[in-house]
């Protein structure tokens, strides 16, 4: 199939446009413009590169007329105004969901699991309610969207990617972890480090969009989370890696540590079920894949060519 694929030159997308090429689907990759367009080359995505940004729905709209399927990863938040990106990520699904209604076919959209909040001590699953005021839930407005696409003729479905998405990669939040920790000379977590959140390889994360596009039935939302994790254990798993004490931390040092939005998102206490993707996609996170401390380790590695292997 002809797929486009937005966000393909970020963590996430660029996975995902390289494990289609590899099931033999041809990859659109949708780029805000030219520079894109060549760090999609310098990537080696196997991608066609198409320039059209967000804010360019016409361009996107006619892209997923012409191809088989869409998979719209990329979310842009300019500022930290998250109100204002889940408004464009309305519009873009919105022009796609008009392109594609009554064709059949597939139309995959991207929020998190950090839509739902704070659970409590039992992982929950897909159509668990929102935490009353928790911010996040904003992107639950994007998932109604393509929940309702079902309707209009449309294959569509929802992933949902962990808090910690991570590799041995020097990307994504592991590795955002290992270098503040690095910095600060101690690795932190928040409060007491009880609170767990979400965690998911990559890769892992890549073979969910892809058995969601193949097997997916119409309106479906998937959490994408390989496990639950003590933010406490992840802190001691860096300090571990880095030979560096661990400390607690406030959530105000935290947000000077690692950002306030991915602050307020290792603040949750956060358990999610992953039961839906294995029982009606065949999901099977970390079968092959590292631990997250696993990599933590291979991130606080010297550099390979002083660290040969």
């Not at 940004?53 to 105004?81: K, N, P, Q, T, Y």
């Not at 990307?171 to 609170?195: C, D, F, M, P, T």
């Not at 947000?255 to 206490?269: C, E, V, Y």
């Not at 079920?273 to 997250?292: F, H, I, V």
Request: charged share 25%.
């Amino acid at each position: 199939m002809r797929i486009l694929v937005t966000g393909a030159t970020g963590y996430i997308g660029s996975r995902v446009a390289r494990r289609l090429h590899a099931k033999g689907h041809a990859v659109v990759a949708a780029v805000r413009d030219e520079a894109s367009a060549r760090r999609l080359r310098e990537m080696e995505v196997p991608a066609e590169p198409l320039l059209g940004s967000l804010d360019d729905v016409e361009i996107l709209a006619e892209a997923a007329r012409s191809a088989d399927a869409a998979v719209h990863i990329a979310f842009e938040m300019r500022g930290g105004d998250l109100r204002a990106a889940v408004a464009q990520e309305r519009r873009v699904a919105q022009a796609f969901i008009e392109a594609l209604a009554g064709t059949g076919k597939c139309l995959i959209g991207t929020t998190a699991t950090g839509v739902v909040g704070n659970t409590g001590p039992v992982p929950v699953g897909e159509d668990h309610p929102s935490e009353p005021g928790h911010p996040g839930a904003l992107r639950r407005e994007a998932e109604g969207d393509y929940v309702a696409a079902a309707q209009r003729g449309i294959r569509s479905a929802v992933v949902r990617p962990s808090i910690l998405t991570h590799s041995d990669t020097p990307h994504g939040v592991a590795s955002r972890l290992v270098s503040a920790a690095r910095q600060q000379g101690a690795a932190h977590h928040i409060g007491a480090g009880e609170n767990q959140v979400t965690c998911v390889h990559v890769d892992d994360l890549a073979e969910l969009y892809v058995l969601a596009l193949e097997k997916a039935p119409p309106g479906r939302i998937y959490n994408g989370n390989g496990a639950n994790v003590a933010t406490g254990d992840v802190a001691r798993w860096v300090g571990r890696a880095l030979k560096v004490p661990v400390a607690s931390a406030s959530r105000e040092q935290a947000g000077a540590l690692w950002g306030p939005f991915f602050a307020m998102l290792l603040a949750l206490d956060h358990r999610m079920s992953n039961e839906r993707a294995r029982s009606e996609l065949g999901w099977q996170p970390y079968r092959t894949t590292n631990s997250l401390e696993d990599d933590i380790a291979r991130l606080a590695l010297p550099p390979r060519d002083e660290h040969p292997r």
